[in-house]
């Protein structure tokens, strides 16, 4: 009896056997092949894994976790790349999952990942935190796109990335960014061989920028000297151009008004060509926003200037859009100039919303489907004429405007927006005897000298973008320039914004006289430049 309970209780042999090899084909089926790619939140690329599972049922390609129309066509892309390339294409059901799923992902850079994994999928890949970007043509050639620049320096910026499977072509974008280890690809057949044997051989290319060098103790800035428009062609206006080297010495927010023709554009225009120089991450996150615009940054060391219409929308200005925020003029001025001519034209809402970036040096775009926040660190240039007519400052020509137009005219300039600029100038009219009296050369000079001085204090940024702790720390005044800035104070009645911006005025124009403190001479000088 006892033989047969033994015998009973145990399973056949045969059975034993058929439910290990059970085991390993359910262990078989549980492997799932990932790889790690990006998209774009906003303007910050956050980490998306690609996973591939190939399971028996009805044949089928699908991509699941919030893919936008751009990836669901990536399917077409794959199955035509890997099968003109001689790869059968597995009769199996297959699920790309993006992970995370609760993200909106976009982008056509994700079609080389979703290839690999589909070439693969008899082989278990193990790489930790390879990215791998690339477009597919119908033909297996891997293409570069729009976005990957900016995927791949904000992935480097949040300290991401080491390593990344990207396009031969778009290496002449991407050696501008060092600590990556890039390996080049052109075909799809070449990036399927390397995963294979895992000869992960990074491009040697680095970029090298056609610029001077600025060395300020342990940092380096690169200064492109490129004059497009001389100051020389600028004759008279010594007052506006004294202030437009104040401004550009210190990034100052400045504005000029005066009669039309009277040289306010021809100094905006100059204006670019002798701000201080970049860092490299300053480069970068300028050619970075011109990506996002859809145009192909020539990376030289010098700073953008934008010039909108007064007819432009507050969305081309600010960035917008219903379904997904896009940049506008103001971040594609970041580290550089926003000129704004014939001012008081632009729309209310624009010029009340541009305190903002003024203030903070930062944009905030909501939507009910997106928000992005962008960094907008801008130079404000203003310029408009005193009247709507233009004529109200001439000596020869006279104002066709009543009191009532020109005082419209003016109130559409609020004074909490002015209170955001720091050099006011009143433009001079131009005479027969005007003379040109400084180029744009010599002001660059100056300039430099002037932003070397800054940065050997320790500042991290210039004067007229320190922060209030920052005015105390660096803008420290002589006895004799404390007693005018009181007696100011008293007399104009100076808000706390005001007094800052004469400090910062001020300590600029001493390190234009290569003054260590801010003498009376130099806050007197910064006074004059004063709204009235």
Known sequence: MSQNNHSGNLPPKEKIVDNSAKKNRIKKKAIVNHLTCATLDGLSAKIIEVEATFTKGLPGFSVVGLASSDIQEAKERVKSALLTNDFIFPPLKITVNLSPSDLKKTGTHFDLSIALLIALNKKSIEEERLFVFGELGLDGRVKSSSTLFPIVLSLKEQGFLKRAIVPKEA?????????????????????????????FKASTTQFTYNAEKVVVGEDVYYDTVEIESDFLDVKGQSVAKKAALIAAAGMHNYMMEGNPGCGKSMIAKRLKDILPPLREEDILSIAKHQFLDGTIPSFKAKRPMRSPHHTATSASIFGGGSHKARIGEVALAHNGMLFFDELPHFTKNI???????????????????????????????????????????????????????????????????????????????????????ISSKEMKKQVNRAFIAQKKRGQVHLNGKLREDEVEKFCMLSDDANKILFSAIERFSLSHRSIGSIKKVARTIADLDLSSNIEKRHLLEALSYRRR
Do not use: W
């Open 171 to 199: 290496m002449k974008h991407l050696s501008h960014i060092a600590g990556v280890d890039f390996i080049a690809v052109e075909t799809l057949s070449e990036a399927i061989e390397l995963l294979q044997n895992k000869n």
């Open 351 to 437: 010029l009340e919303a541009l305190r903002e970036p003024l203030q903070d040096r930062r944009v905030n775009i909501s939507r009910v489907n997106s928000k992005v926040e962008y960094d907008a660190d801008i130079m404000f240039v203003g310029a408009m004429n005193p009247c709507p007519c233009g004529n109200a400052l001439s000596k020869k020509k006279s104002c066709r405007c009543s009191e009532q137009e020109i005082k419209r005219y003016k109130n559409r300039l609020s004074d909490p927006f002015l209170d955001r600029i720091d050099l006011f100038v009143v433009m001079q009219e131009v005479s027969s005897t005007d003379k040109a009296d």
